[in-house]
């Protein structure tokens, strides 16, 4: 059982525009929510996390919109690069880390 | 430097011959846990550990073994591996899973004929 839906599964913008990855939950026992951005060939990093006691965090271009009443959460990348390009993949916490199944990004020049 | 290493980074084997994945970290971490992940269907956890001694399935645990012998070591058994566990398979650290940051090593893959 799936227990944090992400989407889309795979995104294409443009280099500068906004790409935005939503992440869905049930598990209200959930306290900490992390996004991770995986190279091609390499192990996932933590890219920005945030708790539910606040709807918004930003880190740089990055920024993370949680909505606690609806169970949602998205990751936005302003000014998106082609160095961005990877997998990025949401998480959610209680005393494991569950991942959603990811979303391949590719921004092109 | 702060780092989770695993060992075989690429491993061809066969059906049936037993197989272990070592993992190590030096940040002095409680928290290690196991993933598999497969194309379409992202990073599922195998085993986790909150301390020494103390292992707990995650959602897919069936024909993996763990053991959390001492804080730094966490490996994973294949006692009879099987084609379908062709994967590639992420060790990762935290202080706890949800007080810090998973570090994840480079990655096992592994191919079972």
């Known amino acids: 059982q799936q227990q944090v839906k992400q989407s889309p599964q795979s995104l294409i913008v443009q280099k500068g525009g906004i790409p935005i990855i939503n992440c869905a939950y049930e598990?209200?026992?959930?306290?900490?929510f992390p996004w991770y951005q995986q190279f091609p060939g390499k192990g996932p990093a933590l890219l920005i996390a945030i708790r539910p006691d606040v709807s918004e965090k930003k880190e740089g271009r990055f920024t993370i919109s949680f909505n606690k009443s609806a169970k949602q959460f998205s990751l936005h990348i302003m000014d998106s690069q082609p160095g961005d390009s990877a997998t990025y993949f949401c998480a959610a916490s209680s005393r494991s880390l569950v991942f959603g199944k990811g979303t391949r990004l590719s921004v092109i020049a | 430097e702060a780092q989770v290493t695993q060992n075989p980074r690429y491993l061809i084997t066969v059906t049936g011959k037993k197989l272990t994945v070592t993992c190590s970290q030096n940040?002095?971490?409680?928290?290690m846990s196991w993933y598999r992940q497969d194309p379409g269907l992202g990073l599922r956890q195998i085993y986790y550990s909150m301390n020494v001694e103390v292992t707990d399935k995650g959602d897919v645990p069936e024909g993996y073994k763990v053991s959390r012998k001492e804080k730094r070591n966490f490996p994973l058994i294949l006692e009879s591996p099987s084609p379908n566990q062709t994967s590639l398979y992420f060790c990762?650290?935290?202080?706890?899973?949800?007080?810090?940051?998973?570090?994840f090593g480079e990655g096992s893959r592994l191919t079972v004929l």
């Open positions: 598990n209200t026992a959930f306290d900490y």
């Open positions: 990762a650290s935290s202080p706890g899973p949800t007080t810090g940051e998973l570090f």
């Open positions: 940040m002095n971490h409680e928290y």
